[in-house]
């Protein structure tokens, strides 16, 4: 079947008035004809934690987006390889970015460090990642 997404969007959406948490989670290789490829935060603050939001595509926000009103946290998570950006505030949102590891700048006690995912199948001194190669 098929749904239909706000704006274009793809991933999660986040909205109303309320704080809702994604939290252990993966978000991956979602794509949006707007913006916010793996989140879009329309007008809640969501947290995210202890996840991984990688390989989503967007107009802008390919990893996370915040519109006015959203404040996203991200914390302990991984935020790699989306694509035009990793998080986009320019939806006049805020995401603060805390303890993760993004490939992007800004934030508090953040790293930009491939984490070098392995899959269980495959040898580990084969090179390959779980999804064939984090640097995109």
Known sequence: ???RCFMGSA??????ANAPRLVNSVVVE????GDGGGVLARTADP???HSVIYRNTAGNGGGVFALPGANVVIANSIVRGNAPDQYDENGTG??????????????????????????ADAP?????????????
Do not use: H, M
Not at 30 to 33: G, I, Q, Y
Not at 124 to 135: R, T
């Open 11 to 16: 991933g999660i959406l986040f909205g109303g």
């Open 94 to 119: 805020d995401v603060a970015v805390r303890r993760s590891n993004v490939q992007q700048t800004g934030g508090s006690n953040v790293i930009n460090q491939n984490p070098l995912f392995y899959s």
């Open 30 to 33: 979602n794509t949006a004809t």
């Open 124 to 136: 580990y001194d084969d090179g390959k990642d779980i999804w064939d190669g984090l640097e995109a």
């Open 1 to 3: 079947g098929s749904f």
């Open 47 to 49: 947290l995210i934690a």
